[in-house]
T-cell receptor, first 113, second 115 residues
Framework: AQKVTQAQTEISVVEKEDVTLDCVYE???????LFWYKQPPSGELVFLIR??????QNEISGRYSWNFQKSTSSFNFTITASQVVDSAVYFC??????????FGQGTTLQVKP | EAQVTQNPRYLITVTGKKLTVTCSQN?????MSWYRQDPGLGLRQIYY???????DKGDVPEGYKVSRKEKRNFPLILESPSPNQTSLYFC??????????????FGPGTRLTVL
């Protein structure tokens, strides 16, 4: 069975701090995809990144970076120099070729000025 | 504008009164899916559809029905709603290709309260 665990329910940081959101997944599939989505206070879900299981290269996009490690089944997300606008709920998700998408419980990030 | 629309956005109803939440996308996506979001549980998939006339159960299909008669529409039907179906519901669609493995575009959400 597939499972995604985001053990951090809530994180609070002060603006400009770096913060890492953890994501651990379980799957027996050899081909799978991992995602991060952001849900700001306005409620919409915003796609951030997709990574397939064969590409373990870390990715950086501005202040955001992602660390994918198959050895530990983790796909962690780091925000550098956090800003108040980063305050949101962040979801990690897993999908194989089955059409199913499994989300983690979400991590609520609060960035204080 | 490329988008996924859901209607209604807010709904308060009573136990047992059948309701339908509509979902429509204008991006010609083959894959569509419904999720419910509950505090502490994240998003859980209810049903998904790889293409017209093809639907499959997600993790929490009990109490829900779907149909996919047209590519653009994927309504969610609650035949006899119960209070435990009070939740925030999201519809999503995904570009053509292998279903579920591409970025999903989400609708704005429907907040349903069943009294």
């Amino acid at each position: 069975a597939q499972k995604v665990t985001q053990a951090q329910t809530e994180i609070s940081v002060v603006e400009k701090e770096d913060v890492t959101l953890d994501c651990v997944y379980e799957t027996r599939d050899t081909t799978y995809y991992l995602f991060w989505y952001k849900q700001p206070p306005s409620g919409e879900l915003v796609f951030l990144i997709r990574r397939n299981s064969f590409d373990e290269q870390n990715e950086i996009s501005g202040r955001y970076s992602w660390n994918f490690q198959k050895s530990t089944s983790s796909f962690n997300f780091t925000i550098t120099a956090s800003q108040v606008v980063d305050s949101a709920v962040y979801f990690c998700a897993l999908s194989a070729y089955t059409g199913k998408l499994i989300f983690g419980q979400g991590t609520t990030l609060q960035v204080k000025p | 504008e490329a988008q996924v629309t859901q209607n209604p956005r807010y709904l308060i109803t009573v136990t047992g009164k059948k309701l339908t939440v509509t979902c429509s996308q204008n991006m010609n996506h083959e894959y569509m899916s419904w999720y419910r979001q509950d505090p502490g549980l994240g998003l859980r998939q209810i049903y998904y559809s790889m293409n017209v006339e093809v639907t499959d159960k997600g993790d929490v299909p009990e109490g829900y029905k779907v149909s996919r008669k047209e590519k653009r529409n994927f309504p969610l039907i609650l035949e006899s709603p119960s209070p435990n179906q009070t939740s925030l519901y999201f519809c999503a669609s995904s570009p053509p290709g292998v279903a579920g493995v591409y970025e999903q575009f989400f609708g704005p959400g429907t907040r349903l309260t069943v009294l």
